[in-house]
């Protein structure tokens, strides 16, 4: 049996029945998902101490991701009428089938004797009584966690036919302090399930607008360290940095287009504010935009051959594209309130954007050409919307009500699935990594 294609039926009569056989009735689920497919996660098991806790540790990591997903519904472990006894075995379908868990996950940790931890799984197909998938990992005791969002990957993987996003990161702008113009706003990093947390050392204070690159552990962000705006580009993994430029009177930092060979940027040119391209090899600027209005938040597309951008040339702040070479302006918003911070699906099917709508912000999404417009969060404050590399979750920060800090939250499609990510202090500007190598 195919697992991708038997994610896209109708899963809530697939698994009730009797025989392994599936009615073929599609789902679309960027729309609301109210059967998850329910797996069957019980604790990887080993023979030495460690080995049961990391095991433990690993499945409830599991657990966790395939949960926030909202594609995926864990069945209770307390339901279990099997207990794992060996993962190579092939188990007793029969008890899993009692418990209505159509997926079953089973996994080993050891400890190898160079010290290095060896996990390994077996993703097993309930009701088809095969398997699906088998992997294992050999890495170092401390690096469990990241091995538990690889496995999630590969698992979310197999049941949907599309890329996980679990063994990525999340930059954001740690706010401390009182607000106004002495609040504190570092750098942070974390995994995107809000683990992990720590400061990035990048030597620069009161930055702002983390952007990620989508092929590499590199962004860009702004400081106000001299009193005026500088660029960086940082290397994540090197703590390499470097000026891109100073750009006086800069709206936002440079988002990178597909390649990640050059940045589109606002530029404040005597008053008035244009979208420019910046080679990152040559540091040739380049200027699109040419209007007497307010052009900013550039987006790449997909395929590198538009952008996205926020203007107020029609009298109130809408979305607009254009070729990358600046031509063939075309409005696309059309809904009242106005627009901002439009960002471009890393699937090249959808725009996500902040809207405002009287005294109230939410984060909502369009197709490419403002068809379909929906939003996915209302509140005071919701802005700043990232897109999971996968295209299928986005993170924002929200200001529940006035004078509250910011948090980070996270939404996928379906609207339905709106959760806050735990972070140590007030959270603002959130940045989503691509997958980790």
Same mark, same amino acid.
């Given at each position: 049996?195919?697992?991708?294609?038997?994610?896209?039926?109708?899963?809530?009569?697939?698994?009730?029945?009797?025989?392994?056989?599936?009615?073929?009735?599609?789902?679309?689920?960027?729309?609301?998902?109210?059967?998850?497919?329910?797996?069957?996660?019980?604790?990887?098991?080993?023979?030495?101490?460690?080995?049961?806790?990391?095991?433990?540790?690993?499945?409830?990591?599991?657990?966790?991701?395939?949960?926030?997903?909202?594609?995926?519904?864990?069945?209770?472990?307390?339901?279990?009428?099997?207990?794992?006894?060996? /993962?190579?075995?092939?188990?007793?379908?029969?008890?899993?089938? /009692? #418990? %209505?868990?159509?997926?079953?996950?089973?996994?080993?940790?050891?400890?190898?004797?160079?010290?290095?931890?060896?996990?390994?799984?077996?993703?097993?197909? /309930?009701?088809?009584?095969?398997?699906?998938?088998?992997?294992?990992?050999?890495?170092?005791?401390?690096?469990?966690?990241?091995?538990?969002?690889?496995?999630?990957?590969?698992?979310?993987?197999?049941?949907?036919?599309?890329?996980?996003?679990?063994?990525?990161?999340?930059?954001?702008?740690?706010?401390?302090?009182?607000?106004?113009?002495?609040?504190?706003?570092?750098?942070?990093?974390?995994?995107?399930?809000?683990?992990?947390?720590?400061?990035?050392?990048?030597?620069?204070?009161?930055?702002?607008?983390?952007?990620?690159?989508? #092929?590499?552990?590199?962004?860009?962000?702004?400081?106000?360290?001299?009193?005026?705006?500088?660029?960086?580009?940082?290397?994540?993994?090197?703590?390499?940095?470097?000026?891109?430029?100073?750009?006086?009177?800069?709206?936002?930092?440079?988002?990178?287009?597909?390649?990640?060979?050059?940045? /589109?940027?606002?530029?404040?040119?005597?008053?008035?504010?244009?979208?420019?391209?910046?080679?990152?090899?040559?540091?040739?600027? #380049?200027?699109?935009?040419?209007?007497?209005?307010?052009?900013?938040?550039?987006?790449?597309?997909?395929?590198?051959?538009?952008?996205?951008?926020?203007?107020?040339?029609?009298?109130?702040?809408?979305?607009?594209?254009?070729?990358?070479?600046?031509?063939?302006?075309?409005?696309?918003?059309?809904?009242?309130?106005?627009?901002? #911070?439009?960002?471009?699906?890393?699937?090249?099917?959808?725009?996500?954007?902040?809207?405002?709508?009287?005294?109230?912000?939410?984060?909502?999404?369009?197709?490419?050409?403002?068809?379909?417009?929906?939003?996915?969060?209302?509140?005071?404050?919701?802005?700043?919307?990232?897109?999971?590399?996968?295209?299928?979750?986005?993170?924002?920060?929200?200001?529940?009500?006035?004078?509250?800090?910011?948090?980070?939250?996270?939404?996928?499609?379906?609207?339905?699935?709106?959760? %806050?990510?735990?972070?140590?202090?007030?959270?603002?500007?959130?940045?989503?990594?691509?997958?980790?190598?």
């Amino acid at each position: 049996m195919n697992f991708a294609k038997a994610f896209v039926i109708a899963i809530a009569a697939a698994f009730m029945a009797a025989a392994p056989a599936r009615a073929e009735l599609e789902i679309d689920i960027t729309r609301g998902h109210l059967n998850p497919m329910p797996v069957a996660v019980p604790d990887f098991i080993g023979t030495q101490a460690q080995e049961v806790a990391v095991g433990r540790q690993v499945a409830e990591v599991i657990r966790a991701n395939l949960t926030r997903s909202s594609l995926f519904r864990i069945t209770d472990p307390a339901a279990y009428l099997a207990q794992v006894a060996e /993962v190579n075995t092939q188990p007793r379908f029969s008890d899993w089938k /009692v #418990t %209505q868990a159509q997926a079953l996950v089973v996994g080993q940790s050891t400890l190898l004797p160079d010290g290095r931890l060896r996990i390994e799984f077996r993703l097993w197909d /309930v009701f088809g009584e095969s398997e699906a998938l088998a992997r294992f990992y050999a890495t170092t005791p401390e690096n469990w966690r990241r091995v538990a969002h690889k496995i999630s990957d590969e698992i979310y993987k197999r049941l949907t036919g599309e890329e996980g996003y679990f063994d990525t990161r999340i930059v954001f702008v740690s706010e401390s302090g009182p607000r106004g113009a002495r609040r504190v706003k570092q750098l942070m990093i974390m995994d995107q399930d809000g683990a992990n947390p720590s400061i990035l050392q990048t030597g620069a204070a009161q930055v702002i607008t983390p952007r990620f690159s989508p #092929t590499a552990q590199q962004i860009t962000f702004m400081s106000f360290e001299t009193g005026r705006p500088r660029v960086f580009l940082y290397n994540i993994d090197t703590g390499r940095r470097e000026v891109l430029g100073e750009f006086s009177g800069m709206s936002y930092a440079p988002r990178f287009s597909p390649r990640g060979d050059s940045v /589109v940027l606002t530029l404040d040119l005597n008053g008035n504010s244009e979208i420019h391209r910046m080679d990152l090899r040559s540091r040739t600027v #380049t200027r699109l935009t040419n209007n007497p209005a307010i052009d900013t938040s550039p987006s790449y597309s997909k395929e590198g051959d538009l952008i996205v951008f926020n203007s107020d040339r029609g009298g109130s702040r809408q979305i607009y594209t254009m070729g990358a070479d600046g031509g063939n302006v075309q409005r696309i918003s059309t809904g009242e309130g106005s627009y901002t #911070t439009p960002v471009w699906s890393p699937r090249g099917d959808l725009i996500a954007f902040t809207k405002q709508v009287g005294g109230r912000f939410g984060i909502g999404v369009m197709r490419p050409d403002g068809s379909g417009e929906r939003m996915l969060s209302e509140s005071y404050l919701d802005e700043g919307p990232t897109w999971s590399p996968n295209g299928r979750v986005i993170m924002f920060f929200r200001e529940a009500r006035p004078g509250a800090g910011p948090k980070l939250w996270s939404v996928d499609l379906t609207g339905q699935n709106l959760r %806050q990510v735990q972070t140590p202090a007030d959270g603002s500007d959130p940045a989503w990594s691509p997958l980790l190598p």
